[in-house]
């Protein structure tokens, strides 16, 4: 059922995402992957950037107790190793994943989104869709559950990112979704719709250590 339930959400909204936008993904293995987070293109998680004033909710889906809640994507604060629960955000075992609603406050005009992550295993890629609202759209659903399309509740897709590479999946993952006319678009919210990557065991849910919003100066 849960394997089901994941496939049916990314069917959902699958089309609609503009052709300029770009994603850059980076990956660290081995000695590679410190807890610096640099990588060859994406650029390492930032401190001052807007999802760290954003107001963070999770709208469907169940944190896992040991992770270290939705806090993780926004703190500026990075694990110092590869297994470190505390210092991440991930979904209860056995689960399909969730979806977290950041809220700027007012809309404001987006350069990139970064994401970033680190396991052992198959916590580590990432596999999820991101949308935006700028807040004006009349048929606007905020909290939008699970199993309903976010693209049919007033929300633009804007990416959608799968790093997953098969086998011996372990390490550190850097995305970067950015466009090639310097601006993603003004929003006010974004939604991030965050699947687990593997059902072979109840351990897919990815360890996210950081979001990252930059705003276009």
Request: without cysteine; aromatic residues 10%.
């Amino acid at each position: 059922m849960k394997r089901l339930l994941a496939a049916l959400l990314l069917a959902l909204g699958s089309g609609g995402m503009a052709a300029a936008v770009q994603i850059t993904v980076d990956r660290n293995r081995g000695e590679a992957a410190t807890p610096a987070f640099q990588f060859e293109r994406v650029p390492p998680p930032a401190k001052d950037d807007a999802a760290a004033q954003a107001d963070v909710v999770l709208v469907a889906g169940t944190m896992d107790a040991n992770s270290g809640g939705l806090v993780a994507l926004q703190d500026g604060l990075l694990p110092s190793n590869k297994d470190q629960p505390q210092s991440n955000l991930f979904f209860r075992a056995g689960t399909w994943g969730g979806r977290v609603r950041f809220d700027f406050g007012k809309p404001i005009d987006i350069a990139a989104i970064d994401s970033y992550s680190w396991h052992p295993g198959s916590r580590a890629p990432q596999l999820y869709k991101v949308y935006g609202s700028d807040g004006s759209e009349p048929n606007l659903n905020l909290t939008p559950a699970s199993r309903l399309d976010p693209a049919q509740n007033g929300w633009k897709l804007i990416a959608f990112v799968d790093t997953r590479a098969g086998s011996e999946e372990g390490g550190q993952y850097g995305v970067r979704i950015h466009d090639a006319s310097g601006t993603l678009g003004r929003y006010r919210y974004l939604l991030f719709d965050f699947f687990d990557t593997e059902g072979d065991d109840n351990w897919g849910n990815t360890f996210y250590s950081e979001v990252d919003v930059l705003e276009r100066t």
